[in-house]
């Protein structure tokens, strides 16, 4: 057997080089929908059979199938109906009354691209900073009675992580059912991981996507759970861009405080930002929440203009590009302005075109990205990019001073879209991601304040500026930007 293997191994490989080779293309032609994506697959599967197909075994394979919890709120839809909601055709009367028909179309794609509805009856209060965040997240523990259910990419096993198991530990000796799920991935953001500090408190805990076959989850190992979601007692919740880290307290971390902002959400969308986070809890442990302490009691906000309020979510499995799709409508509909800002922006071609479009329709575009990024790399790539977007007629601006990892969007002061997702393709097409849409007009307004106080000590980037670096730099940043989808 040895002689054989040592006389005939050439023609040995060859034969597995082609099997594989031949699998990974016909896997890749079969699954893209990216005719650009399974070109280049096919592409590096047939110069290099072996290595290609094991890169894409790993980094290519970017859709989880997996059992999913039922979408349904679990409460009873009839006496939310009868009590709380407006019926269909007058939410529909009211937002083309208020908002336009345009917002109307917008709604019809949440619709048809999201798995749950845009309802009215919510309360969303801002978050500005960390101290803020964490202060009222950790309240909200604390006054827990019934249940816990926190999802996060990052927890960190630092000052502020160590805070959260306190109050968690607190809220398991109270006799409240608790569960905690931390990215695999986040969870290792911090050496020793804080999963440590967790069990000794008793809290359940797990990691997303963390089976571990020599240091990878296979075929999965580029796919994360970038969501942050909070429920207490199914009455309210706490979502946004904030991870659990001591660089986001000023407390903490004094002048070094990096921002961000996150949300503490009531209303009917309490129950469907519980049920994507009982989905990931359910792919990961197998155990479904259900049971009268989980049971959705929403807590109303005053009476008024009814905040229409829709979760997004999106990832690699039938929520792909959910996120990627509604905003594109949300760009095609803007009549007078779109200001956002992200920490990554790194979009794609369809999403810079949607933007360039609106802006020579005359739609103001204003981009603000941080002046110094916490990923390097990131940066560079982001700045390769952004003649594509100046020479259309968008303007983009860096904050001066700490690193902001805030993800906010405006369009037209009156339909806002906050949460997790950063315009990169990480967020558009791997990651796990939850959002929010807004279509309110005093929210909004918030937003766009948020966003203008940025702007406030923001310098312009323009295109004279960027063309007047040295080659050397220009060449490494685009060099950057082809790897902009994995980074």
Known sequence: MLETLATHWPHILAIISVVMSTVGIVHAVMTKDDVRAATGWVGVMVLSPILGVLIYAVAGINRIRRATISAQRPFADGVVSAKHQLDVAAEEALIAERYGQRFMGLRTLGDRVARRTLNPGNGIEMLETGDEAYAAMCAAIDGAERSVLLETYIFDNDAVGLLFVESLAGAVRRGVIVRVLIDAVGARYSVPSILGHLRKADIPADVFNGNIVMGLRLPYANLRTHRKILVVDGAVAFTGGMNIRKGFSAEFAGSNTAKD?????????????????????????????????????????????????????????????????????????????????????????????????????????????????NLFLVDRAMTAQFDQVLKNYCRVWRTEGPFDHSKLLSIDGVWAYVGSSNLDARSLRLNFEIDLEILDAGFASQIEARIGAALASAVPVTLEALRARPFLTRLFDRVMWLGSPYL
């Open 261 to 373: 902002t996150h949300f503490r959400v009531t209303g009917p969308v309490v129950a469907d930002l519980f049920s994507i986070a009982a989905e990931d809890w359910r792919f990961t442990t197998n155990e479904a929440l259900q049971g009268d302490a989980w049971r959705i009691i929403p807590l109303w906000p005053a009476p008024g203009v009814p905040m229409l309020v829709r979760a997004v979510a999106s990832g690699p499995d039938a929520s792909n590009e959910t996120n990627h799709k509604l905003l594109i409508g949300a760009f095609s509909v803007a009549g007078k302005s779109i200001r956002l800002m992200s920490p990554y922006f790194l979009p794609d071609r369809e999403l810079i075109s949607a933007l360039i479009t609106a802006a020579r329709r005359g739609v103001e575009i204003d981009i603000v990205v941080p002046a110094v990024n």
